[in-house]
């Protein structure tokens, strides 16, 4: 079973720095490409960052809003996925979503499944 957790959200005062991370289990992680979301009250969900296999490359990808203050990284070997967010701003206030597409075959048909993590709240105020 694909279970994608996310930890270390919390409050943080503007300028501040938190580091989320992902643990991932139930599929090849390795394999897989990795993504942040983030999803604001009342808005809908944004992609934030993405990091590809290290067999496509290791290739990041980040929104506007967040390029030059975010990084994404992975550790295969843990199967985790780190959002190293500095620089923080009252904007960037969310609950945070790790995910990721698997294939599954439930029934003789196999197609590509998006899964979620349960999320984790980053809160930015003074």
């Known amino acids: 079973e694909v279970q994608l957790v996310e930890s270390g959200g919390g409050l943080v005062q503007p300028g501040g720095t938190l580091r989320l991370t992902c643990a991932a289990s139930g599929f090849t992680f390795s394999n897989h490409e990795m993504k942040w979301y983030r999803q604001a009250p009342g808005m809908g969900r944004e992609l934030v960052a993405a990091?590809?296999?290290?067999?496509?490359?290791?290739?990041?990808k980040y929104s506007d809003s967040v390029k030059g203050r975010f990084t994404i990284s992975r550790d295969d070997a843990q199967s985790t996925v780190d959002l190293q967010m500095s620089n923080l701003k009252p904007e960037d206030t969310a609950v945070y979503y790790c995910?990721?597409?698997?294939?599954?075959?439930?029934?003789?048909?196999?197609?590509?499944?998006?899964?979620w993590g349960q999320g984790t709240q980053v809160t930015v105020s003074s």
């Open positions: 990091i590809t296999s290290f067999g496509a490359g290791g290739r990041t």
């Open positions: 995910n990721t597409e698997v294939e599954v075959c439930p029934v003789n048909v196999c197609y590509d499944r998006d899964f």
